[in-house]
Nanobody
Framework: QVSLVESGGGTVQPGQSLRLSCVAS????????IGWFRQAPGKAREGVSC????????SYKDFAKGRFTISKDNAGTTVYLQMNNLTPEDTAVYYC????????????????????????WGQGTQVTVSS
């Protein structure tokens, strides 16, 4: 069993930065990829970024490209999400979760860390961007 715990959320002004952390414990050898997701009030949960722990490859949704950076520590048990130039549209609860990989093809479809493929969700950390 794997347990994931997020931290690092808070309230910031537009244009400021935050770094979120996701700490994995338990059977961490069963963790192949860590994804960051977010859910704003009244909206569906959506992917933000993903890191394959086996290959080191990263993946980002379009809104995160150029502003957010996913990384890990040397032990591979903590995954970070550095978020720069935050906007009010980034306000949400941010979650990390475990998945089989970040990007893959299945038949005629190409998947980019779909929410449904991830489990072991953490409790989330609130990010609020407001002036």
């Amino acid at each position: 069993q794997v347990s994931l715990v997020e931290s690092g959320g808070g309230t910031v002004q537009p244009g400021q930065s935050l770094r979120l952390s996701c700490v994995a414990s338990g059977r961490t050898r069963d963790v192949y990829a860590i994804g960051w997701f977010r859910q704003a009030p009244g909206k569906a949960r959506e992917g933000v970024s993903c890191l394959s722990l086996s290959t080191g490859r990263t993946s980002y949704k379009d809104f995160a490209k150029g502003r957010f950076t996913i990384s890990k520590d040397n032990a591979g048990t903590t995954v970070y999400l550095q978020m720069n130039n935050l906007t009010p549209e980034d306000t949400a609860v941010y979650y990390c979760a475990r998945g089989p990989g970040c990007e893959y093809s299945a038949g005629m479809h190409y998947y980019i860390f779909p929410v449904a493929d991830f489990d072991s969700w953490g409790q989330g950390t609130q990010v609020t961007v407001s002036s």
